[in-house]
T-cell receptor, first 115, second 111 residues
C-alpha cells in the first residue's frame, strides 16, 4: 500500500497564478483533510471531507477550494495564489467520521512557494 | 475553541538521557489526544493516542504519554533518547469535529 500520496512535491508560483494540489489514498478511508504547516504554528486545517460527496471548511479556508473527486481523491485548488499561501501542504486521511477522534495518516507534503 | 500548548519549541537532550516533551490542552471534556512525530521532509506519523481506556499510553519507538485530567496535560516521555529520535513532535487534541495541533517541539539529540 502506498498510503497517502501527494503531487507535486514542490511548486513555485507567481502571485495570481492558479494550481491544484492532488491527493490520493489507497486505504479505503472515508475522511480526508488538507492542512497547511507554517513555522511555529503547527498544522492548521484548511478543509476536510468527512465522506465522499461532502466537504467542510476548517480553520483557514480563505483562498482555497476543494473537490472530493471520489472516495480515493481529494484535491486542493488555489485560484489566485498569494505570497501568504507560501507553506507546506499536507493531505491526510482517516477511517471514519470527522477529524476529531480518528487516527489520521499523512502524505509527504507539497512545498509551495508563491513569489 | 480548543487549544493545545507545547512548552518549549526546542528541546535538546543527550543520547541516553530522559526525553520529556510537554503538552497541555484546553477542553471542557476529556478529548482525544495524540502525539505525532515528523522527521525532516516527511509527513506526520502517529506515535500514540489517548482514548480514555487507560491514562498511561504506550506508543511506538519506546515513547509513552500520561493523561492527567487534573493538570490538563499529556506529556510525552522516553527513558533513554536515541539519535534517531531527533525530529519534530506535535501534540494534538481532537473533539467530534476538529483536530487541533500544538505548534510543535523540535527535539535535538546530542551525542
Amino acid at each position: 500500500n502506498a498510503g497517502v500520496t501527494q503531487t507535486p512535491k514542490f511548486q513555485v508560483l507567481k502571485t495570481g497564478q492558479s494550481m491544484t494540489l492532488q491527493c490520493a489514498q489507497d486505504m479505503n478511508h472515508n475522511s480526508m483533510y488538507w492542512y497547511r504547516q507554517d513555522p511555529g504554528m503547527g498544522l492548521r486545517l484548511i478543509y476536510y471531507s468527512a465522506s465522499e460527496g461532502t466537504t467542510d471548511k476548517g480553520e483557514v479556508p480563505n483562498g482555497y477550494n476543494v473537490s472530493r473527486l471520489n472516495k480515493r481523491e481529494f484535491s486542493l485548488r488555489l485560484e489566485s495564489a498569494a505570497p501568504s499561501q507560501t507553506s507546506v501542504y499536507f493531505c491526510a486521511s482517516s477511517e471514519d467520521g470527522g477529524p476529531g477522534g480518528d487516527t489520521q495518516y499523512f502524505g509527504p507534503g507539497t512545498r509551495l512557494t508563491v513569489l | 475553541a480548543q487549544s493545545v500548548t507545547q512548552l518549549g519549541s526546542h528541546v535538546s537532550v543527550s543520547e541516553g538521557a530522559l526525553v520529556l516533551l510537554r503538552c497541555n490542552y484546553s477542553s471542557s471534556v476529556p478529548p482525544y489526544l495524540f502525539w505525532y512525530v515528523q522527521y525532516p521532509n516527511q509527513g506526520l506519523q502517529l506515535l500514540l493516542k489517548y482514548t480514555s481506556a487507560a491514562t498511561l499510553v504506550k506508543g511506538i519507538n519506546g515513547f509513552e504519554a500520561e493523561f492527567k485530567k487534573s493538570e490538563t496535560s499529556f506529556h510525552l516521555t522516553k527513558p533513554s533518547a536515541h539519535m534517531s529520535d531527533a525530529a519534530e513532535y506535535f501534540c494534538a487534541s481532537g473533539s467530534a469535529r476538529q483536530l487541533t495541533f500544538g505548534s510543535g517541539t523540535q527535539l535535538t539529540v546530542l551525542p
